[in-house]
């Protein structure tokens, strides 16, 4: 069995492995689809993580979380946002993208880091923005892969 350093370890290394996932989705799809689109993905990761760190900062300002007894879970939030980001770029693996993501909440509870809680409620708040910023702002990141006759 893993000591809890060692566990605390694994979870200390998810969110970069994550971020560095998103960047080489990024420069891939670069590759694959063009700067435009990938600036459209770009643009959805970036303003994706400005929200959670914006609502971040506004939980320390106003105190929404610690009001019901709660804690924003800012690795909750980010970690939510990459994944997101993966699944669009990755369909195909999104069953196994999202499970790392439970798995992850799974061992914040084991470690205590957060309350079901705090991670429920963190995802309630960030997930719905999220998926407006996927459908309505940046539409061409929504598809990844597009077909050629998308593309203008």
Known sequence: ??????????????????FILALIALALSTRKNGW???LQEGLFLLSSLVFVYTLMFADQAWRFWPR?????????????VLVSYLI?????????????????????????????ADIATTVLAVLPVLLLLHRFVFPVAANVRPHPENIM
């Open 88 to 116: 669009l770029a990755y369909r195909r693996m999104a069953w196994a993208i999202a499970a790392s993501l439970v798995l992850y909440f799974m061992l914040m509870l084991y470690q205590q880091y957060h309350s079901f």
């Open 68 to 80: 019901f007894g709660l804690d924003y879970s800012t690795h909750t939030a980010v970690s939510l």
């Open 36 to 38: 435009r689109h990938a």
């Open 1 to 18: 069995m893993l000591s809890y350093q060692q566990w605390d370890q694994i979870a200390d290394a998810y969110t970069p492995l994550l």
